[in-house]
């Protein structure tokens, strides 16, 4: 009998030499940075206060958008408290909607 020649390589497979889609010149994966820790936890805050305006204006961006968790780094409790004091405060006109223009 004869032996079967070898089958060629499947779209799935990468031919040998092939380099990752997702690696490249600084794409590696470097150390991250430690992660950080909720701003109300660490002061002990007991309650986000909707008057508390300069508080609210640290977690907005320059266009007004609330800023996400993974950005500010507020724990899930407080990033609810502070949506809700956010949008109290827009509501009655302490905050802007949007970026002056």
Same mark, same amino acid.
């Given at each position: 009998?004869? =032996? &079967?020649?070898? #089958?060629? =390589?499947?779209?799935? $497979? %990468?031919?040998s030499?092939?380099? @990752?889609s997702? #690696?490249?010149?600084? $794409?590696?994966?470097?150390?991250? #940075?430690?992660?950080?820790?909720c701003?109300?936890? &660490? @002061?002990? *805050? %007991?309650g986000? +206060?909707?008057? @508390? *305006?300069?508080? /609210?204006? +640290?977690? /907005?961006?320059?266009?007004g958008k609330?800023?996400?968790r993974? !950005?500010?780094? +507020?724990c899930? !409790?407080? $990033?609810?408290? /502070?949506?809700t004091a !956010?949008k109290?405060?827009?509501n !009655? %006109?302490? *905050?802007?909607? %949007?970026?002056e223009?």
């Amino acid at each position: 009998m004869r =032996p &079967t020649p070898p #089958s060629p =390589p499947s779209s799935s $497979q %990468a031919p040998s030499g092939a380099k @990752d889609s997702r #690696s490249g010149p600084g $794409q590696e994966r470097k150390f991250f #940075s430690r992660r950080k820790a909720c701003r109300f936890c &660490t @002061d002990k *805050v %007991a309650g986000i +206060n909707y008057k @508390d *305006v300069p508080t /609210l204006r +640290n977690f /907005l961006t320059e266009r007004g958008k609330i800023m996400p968790r993974r !950005i500010s780094g +507020n724990c899930a !409790i407080h $990033q609810r408290a /502070l949506t809700t004091a !956010i949008k109290r405060a827009r509501n !009655i %006109a302490m *905050v802007a909607f %949007a970026e002056e223009r």
